[in-house]
């Protein structure tokens, strides 16, 4: 291997470890906005100890466990408010990832590039992750996660793109199992953090963990290089012909039947996944009392996630293999809802869903690369992102109403989703040792034709 090929490898490598802050800062609300114990002043107020919610109790019959700042639930008394409320600022978040995978996907295939839209969203994610932390309120909180949300949105994105791009087909699929396993050393990274931060503010954890991430952003900026490919293909092209493309694509996928189906259907597939793998780490408080154990279970079950999607992308076919998965996350959320279940089956419940999750998202992203033409497997692939997250997106409310009342809520519905949205592979055809397609006319079959 020359000295060239080291240093592009290194590169990327870095490049990569951009999804280790995107990780923490997804998942940080499981301890910032965890539901904080509480106690009764009097042992012998039966009123109190009988109650499962201090909603209904006097304010001087209870008290916080922990300090109040621990939690914003705490801080800004959100145990008794609205469901909306309390799940705004996780909500907030996943819609501004919605809207920003739109508009910044785009602008990295046409006018900036890779690379500049990766600084630029690394820089809003950690910028704004820093200001949350001088919050005054909930609305300035939610407001903050949203511009958190639309910068993070196309970190992961952009770095994957511009490191695998930066080297041959040897080191291509390796660099792609890097960033996965980068992700997974993000999320595993927060509940020490946050364990730390236990007794203290959970505006520190915030500051743990965007201070980092600022400092890693300079460093890319000067570091990274932008992708020889996209600087081929766009030196000759002007900016309105760059920003006619691309719409021209996503044109294609919607006016062509069969293309317009497989997209649905893979979409539909990645919004119930999506669900369910975001939402069973949000959920993991309600099993239990030990919440850094619970999540670093469920982030060290992704860690063989990489290896075993490997294999099932190297032996299995797409379907049987992405069918099964939904199904196993789905069952197994289900299990979590039932009642009189001992806590260690719960938990290995849902460690089992969550680790099918994450092997049910990572052959989802594969198997849309391969359905769609290179003319518009980008945009397609961006679609069925925006799915994964609008599944997530809908995650916090259900886990709120779980807490408030019952599990079926939350992993009620996180089963019936991931069983429900997975039977949509059946519709799909199988990819598998075929060839990848690079126009819509190789795709279109003889029957088919524009809407």
Sequence with gaps: MSQSSSAQILQSLFVAFAWAFDAQQIFITIFTEADPAWHCLKSTDRTCTAA???CSLHPSSWVWTSP?????????????SGKALS????SAFFMGCLIGGLMLSTLADSVLGRKKVLVLSCLIMSVAGALTALSPNIWVYSVLRFVSGFGRS????????????AVDDKWRHRLSMSAFLFFTLGFLSLPPL????????WR?????TCIPALCYTILLNFIAKESTRWLSVNENTDKAKQFCQVFSSMKKLVTTRSTLWKLVSIMIVGYGTGMVYYGMPLSVGSLGPNLYLSVAYNALSELPTSLASFFLVEKVNRRSSLVALTISSGIFSLFCSVKGMTRAIKLAAEVIAFFSACMALNVTLIYSTE?????????????VRQAILLGSSMAPFLVAEGRRTSRLWSFGIFGIAGCCCGLFVLFLPETKGKTLTDNMDEE?????STI
């Design 194 to 201: 946050a364990y730390i931060c236990r007794r203290s503010s």
């Design 371 to 383: 359905l769609f033409p290179t003319c518009v497997r980008n945009s397609a692939l961006a679609l």
């Design 154 to 165: 196309a970190v992961t994105t952009c770095s994957l793109v511009l490191c695998t791009e």
């Design 68 to 80: 109040s700042d621990t939690s914003t639930i705490s801080e800004w008394d959100l145990n008794c």
């Design 444 to 448: 279109m079959p003889k029957e088919d």
């Design 87 to 90: 799940s705004l600022p996780t």
């Design 204 to 208: 520190l954890l915030y500051l743990f």
């Design 52 to 54: 499962s919610s201090p």
